[in-house]
Protein backbone atom coordinates (compact mmCIF):
# COMPACT_ATOMS: atom_id res chain seq x y z
CA UNK A 1 0.00 0.00 0.00
CA UNK A 2 3.10 2.55 0.81
CA UNK A 3 4.46 2.28 -2.71
CA UNK A 4 0.63 3.56 -4.28
CA UNK A 5 0.86 6.27 -2.15
CA UNK A 6 4.21 8.06 -2.78
CA UNK A 7 1.99 10.68 -5.06
CA UNK A 8 0.90 12.00 -1.97
CA UNK A 9 3.69 11.91 0.43
CA UNK A 10 5.80 13.92 -1.99
CA UNK A 11 2.84 16.15 -1.53
CA UNK A 12 4.48 18.00 1.31
CA UNK A 13 0.99 17.61 2.77
CA UNK A 14 0.48 16.00 7.00
CA UNK A 15 -2.67 15.18 5.54
CA UNK A 16 -1.31 12.58 3.34
CA UNK A 17 1.23 10.83 5.29
CA UNK A 18 -0.51 7.26 5.48
CA UNK A 19 -3.72 6.50 3.98
CA UNK A 20 -3.60 4.06 7.18
CA UNK A 21 -3.54 6.64 9.66
CA UNK A 22 -6.94 7.43 10.37
CA UNK A 23 -8.28 9.47 13.36
CA UNK A 24 -9.58 6.78 15.70
CA UNK A 25 -12.03 9.20 17.89
CA UNK A 26 -13.36 11.11 15.17
CA UNK A 27 -13.98 8.12 13.56
CA UNK A 28 -16.03 6.11 16.15
CA UNK A 29 -17.70 10.13 16.70
CA UNK A 30 -19.12 10.11 13.00
CA UNK A 31 -20.19 6.51 12.99
CA UNK A 32 -21.92 7.18 16.19
CA UNK A 33 -24.01 10.10 14.23
CA UNK A 34 -24.29 7.58 11.58
CA UNK A 35 -22.11 10.03 9.34
CA UNK A 36 -18.78 8.32 8.00
CA UNK A 37 -18.22 11.29 5.95
CA UNK A 38 -15.82 14.13 7.11
CA UNK A 39 -17.32 16.71 4.67
CA UNK A 40 -19.28 19.68 6.55
CA UNK A 41 -22.94 21.07 5.91
CA UNK A 42 -21.22 23.56 4.14
CA UNK A 43 -18.54 21.90 2.36
CA UNK A 44 -21.26 19.39 0.89
CA UNK A 45 -22.71 22.84 -0.63
CA UNK A 46 -19.86 23.98 -1.89
CA UNK A 47 -18.50 20.68 -3.54
CA UNK A 48 -22.14 20.44 -5.36
CA UNK A 49 -21.71 23.94 -6.38
CA UNK A 50 -18.08 23.29 -7.77
CA UNK A 51 -19.19 20.43 -9.28
CA UNK A 52 -21.83 22.08 -11.43
CA UNK A 53 -19.65 24.65 -12.52
CA UNK A 54 -16.55 22.38 -13.30
CA UNK A 55 -19.22 19.84 -15.33
CA UNK A 56 -20.42 22.60 -17.14
CA UNK A 57 -16.87 24.23 -18.23
CA UNK A 58 -15.60 20.97 -19.19
CA UNK A 59 -18.62 20.13 -21.36
CA UNK A 60 -18.21 22.77 -23.04
CA UNK A 61 -14.30 22.77 -23.77
CA UNK A 62 -14.69 18.87 -24.42
CA UNK A 63 -17.86 19.18 -26.54
CA UNK A 64 -15.96 18.91 -29.77
CA UNK A 65 -13.76 15.74 -29.00
CA UNK A 66 -16.73 14.50 -27.34
CA UNK A 67 -19.11 15.05 -31.15
CA UNK A 68 -15.69 13.42 -32.49
CA UNK A 69 -15.27 10.08 -30.34
CA UNK A 70 -19.15 9.71 -30.98
CA UNK A 71 -18.97 9.86 -34.17
CA UNK A 72 -16.62 7.58 -34.67
CA UNK A 73 -17.88 4.79 -32.88
CA UNK A 74 -20.98 4.92 -34.56
CA UNK A 75 -19.85 5.57 -38.13
CA UNK A 76 -16.54 2.60 -37.73
CA UNK A 77 -18.46 -0.06 -35.06
CA UNK A 78 -21.96 0.47 -36.03
CA UNK A 79 -22.87 0.59 -32.22
CA UNK A 80 -23.87 3.09 -29.79
CA UNK A 81 -20.94 5.13 -28.58
CA UNK A 82 -22.79 5.70 -25.08
CA UNK A 83 -22.95 2.88 -22.66
CA UNK A 84 -24.71 3.09 -19.72
CA UNK A 85 -24.16 0.98 -16.78
CA UNK A 86 -26.12 0.52 -13.27
CA UNK A 87 -23.89 1.68 -10.27
CA UNK A 88 -24.63 2.45 -6.90
CA UNK A 89 -24.12 5.90 -5.90
CA UNK A 90 -25.19 8.59 -2.81
CA UNK A 91 -27.17 6.82 0.22
CA UNK A 92 -27.42 3.58 -2.01
CA UNK A 93 -29.27 4.61 -4.75
CA UNK A 94 -29.31 3.52 -8.63
CA UNK A 95 -27.95 5.55 -11.39
CA UNK A 96 -26.89 4.80 -15.08
CA UNK A 97 -22.98 5.16 -15.29
CA UNK A 98 -21.92 6.65 -18.80
CA UNK A 99 -19.08 5.86 -21.02
CA UNK A 100 -17.90 5.77 -24.23
CA UNK A 101 -18.34 2.28 -25.26
CA UNK A 102 -15.16 0.42 -25.34
CA UNK A 103 -15.88 -3.48 -25.41
CA UNK A 104 -18.19 -5.17 -27.51
CA UNK A 105 -21.97 -5.06 -27.26
CA UNK A 106 -21.77 -8.90 -25.54
CA UNK A 107 -19.15 -8.10 -22.96
CA UNK A 108 -20.97 -9.31 -20.48
CA UNK A 109 -21.78 -12.59 -21.77
CA UNK A 110 -18.37 -12.98 -22.97
CA UNK A 111 -16.66 -12.67 -19.60
CA UNK A 112 -18.97 -15.13 -18.34
CA UNK A 113 -17.64 -17.46 -20.69
CA UNK A 114 -13.62 -16.27 -20.13
CA UNK A 115 -14.20 -16.51 -16.05
CA UNK A 116 -15.80 -20.05 -16.86
CA UNK A 117 -13.26 -21.65 -18.34
CA UNK A 118 -9.74 -20.04 -17.66
CA UNK A 119 -9.13 -19.84 -13.82
CA UNK A 120 -6.30 -17.59 -14.50
CA UNK A 121 -8.50 -15.01 -15.63
CA UNK A 122 -11.20 -15.65 -12.80
CA UNK A 123 -8.67 -14.90 -10.16
CA UNK A 124 -7.55 -11.78 -11.72
CA UNK A 125 -10.78 -10.92 -11.87
CA UNK A 126 -11.98 -11.61 -8.31
CA UNK A 127 -8.96 -9.56 -7.14
CA UNK A 128 -8.89 -6.61 -9.48
CA UNK A 129 -12.57 -6.44 -10.92
CA UNK A 130 -9.92 -6.08 -14.46
CA UNK A 131 -8.11 -7.80 -17.09
CA UNK A 132 -5.13 -7.28 -17.97
CA UNK A 133 -5.22 -8.31 -21.64
CA UNK A 134 -9.68 -7.88 -22.04
CA UNK A 135 -10.41 -9.54 -25.27
CA UNK A 136 -13.39 -7.66 -25.09
CA UNK A 137 -12.19 -4.25 -26.13
CA UNK A 138 -12.97 -3.01 -29.35
CA UNK A 139 -10.00 -2.77 -31.27
CA UNK A 140 -8.41 0.18 -31.94
CA UNK A 141 -9.90 3.16 -30.13
CA UNK A 142 -11.01 1.24 -27.45
CA UNK A 143 -7.38 0.85 -25.89
CA UNK A 144 -6.97 4.10 -26.88
CA UNK A 145 -10.06 5.23 -25.13
CA UNK A 146 -9.58 3.69 -21.73
CA UNK A 147 -5.40 4.02 -21.89
CA UNK A 148 -6.06 8.14 -21.64
CA UNK A 149 -9.49 6.94 -19.50
CA UNK A 150 -11.66 9.91 -22.41
CA UNK A 151 -13.89 6.95 -21.79
CA UNK A 152 -15.37 8.30 -18.76
CA UNK A 153 -16.05 12.02 -20.53
CA UNK A 154 -19.43 11.28 -20.29
CA UNK A 155 -19.52 11.32 -17.02
CA UNK A 156 -19.52 14.42 -16.64
CA UNK A 157 -22.89 14.24 -17.42
CA UNK A 158 -23.48 11.98 -14.89
CA UNK A 159 -21.69 14.99 -12.14
CA UNK A 160 -24.04 17.50 -14.28
CA UNK A 161 -27.71 15.73 -12.96
CA UNK A 162 -26.66 15.09 -9.50
CA UNK A 163 -25.11 11.05 -10.01
CA UNK A 164 -21.42 11.93 -9.08
CA UNK A 165 -19.12 14.32 -8.19
CA UNK A 166 -15.92 15.36 -9.46
CA UNK A 167 -13.90 13.78 -6.89
CA UNK A 168 -15.01 10.77 -4.75
CA UNK A 169 -14.62 7.19 -4.68
CA UNK A 170 -15.01 4.95 -8.04
CA UNK A 171 -18.66 3.92 -8.53
CA UNK A 172 -19.03 0.50 -7.74
CA UNK A 173 -21.90 -2.53 -9.10
CA UNK A 174 -24.17 -3.51 -6.54
CA UNK A 175 -22.27 -7.28 -6.39
CA UNK A 176 -18.97 -5.25 -5.63
CA UNK A 177 -20.80 -3.76 -2.78
CA UNK A 178 -19.80 -6.71 -0.41
CA UNK A 179 -16.27 -6.30 -0.68
CA UNK A 180 -16.96 -3.11 1.40
CA UNK A 181 -18.09 -4.79 4.65
CA UNK A 182 -18.34 -3.07 7.28
CA UNK A 183 -17.21 -0.32 5.17
CA UNK A 184 -20.06 -0.05 2.80
CA UNK A 185 -21.48 3.17 4.76
CA UNK A 186 -18.59 4.90 4.01
CA UNK A 187 -19.38 4.68 0.25
CA UNK A 188 -22.53 5.65 0.48
CA UNK A 189 -22.25 8.89 2.64
CA UNK A 190 -20.70 10.57 -0.87
CA UNK A 191 -21.21 10.57 -4.24
CA UNK A 192 -18.80 8.56 -6.38
CA UNK A 193 -15.64 10.38 -8.45
CA UNK A 194 -14.70 10.81 -11.63
CA UNK A 195 -11.61 10.69 -9.75
CA UNK A 196 -10.20 10.43 -6.94
CA UNK A 197 -7.76 9.07 -3.90
CA UNK A 198 -7.42 5.77 -5.59
CA UNK A 199 -7.35 6.80 -9.27
CA UNK A 200 -4.70 8.67 -8.78
CA UNK A 201 -2.57 6.75 -6.44
CA UNK A 202 -1.75 3.36 -8.49
CA UNK A 203 -5.42 2.47 -9.61
CA UNK A 204 -4.13 -0.33 -11.97
CA UNK A 205 -2.26 -1.70 -9.56
CA UNK A 206 -3.68 -2.35 -6.56
CA UNK A 207 -5.98 -4.64 -5.29
CA UNK A 208 -9.37 -4.24 -4.52
CA UNK A 209 -8.74 -4.74 -0.81
CA UNK A 210 -6.48 -1.73 -1.01
CA UNK A 211 -8.65 0.33 -2.93
CA UNK A 212 -11.44 0.07 -0.18
CA UNK A 213 -8.95 1.49 2.09
CA UNK A 214 -7.97 4.14 0.04
CA UNK A 215 -11.75 5.37 -0.44
CA UNK A 216 -12.41 4.66 3.06
CA UNK A 217 -8.97 7.13 3.50
CA UNK A 218 -10.56 9.89 1.29
CA UNK A 219 -14.08 9.75 3.28
CA UNK A 220 -12.98 9.80 6.20
CA UNK A 221 -10.42 13.02 5.64
CA UNK A 222 -13.03 15.00 3.08
CA UNK A 223 -12.63 18.63 2.60
CA UNK A 224 -13.00 21.06 -0.13
CA UNK A 225 -8.95 21.60 -0.37
CA UNK A 226 -8.01 17.71 -0.95
CA UNK A 227 -10.60 17.56 -3.34
CA UNK A 228 -9.09 20.62 -5.19
CA UNK A 229 -5.63 18.67 -4.69
CA UNK A 230 -6.66 15.17 -5.87
CA UNK A 231 -8.51 16.96 -8.81
CA UNK A 232 -5.37 19.26 -9.91
CA UNK A 233 -3.29 16.29 -10.00
CA UNK A 234 -5.46 14.52 -11.95
CA UNK A 235 -5.18 17.02 -14.55
CA UNK A 236 -1.12 16.64 -14.19
CA UNK A 237 -1.94 13.04 -14.40
CA UNK A 238 -4.14 13.35 -17.69
CA UNK A 239 -1.90 15.78 -19.72
CA UNK A 240 1.25 14.22 -18.76
CA UNK A 241 -0.12 10.21 -19.69
CA UNK A 242 0.52 8.94 -16.16
CA UNK A 243 -3.32 8.64 -15.87
CA UNK A 244 -4.38 5.06 -16.53
CA UNK A 245 -8.13 3.72 -17.89
CA UNK A 246 -10.52 2.71 -14.76
CA UNK A 247 -13.01 -0.06 -14.35
Known amino acids: ?37 AFSAVDRVAKRVIDIVLSILMLLFFAPIFVTISVYILVVYKISPIFCHTRIGLHGKRFGCYKFRTMVPDADAQLAKLLASDTNLRDEWMTTRKLTND ?17 ELPQVLNVLFGHMSMVGPRPVT ?49 NIRLDLQIFMKTICSFCSGRLSGGV
Not at 13 to 27: C, H, I, K, S, W
Not at 135 to 145: A, C, M, S, T
Open 1 to 37: MKSKIELFRNSGDAQFADFNAFDVENRQLRLAQNTPC
Open 135 to 151: PRILPGIGKILRKSSLD
Open 174 to 222: EGEMIKYGSFAQHYVSVRPGITGAWQIGGRSGTSYADRVSIDVWYVENA
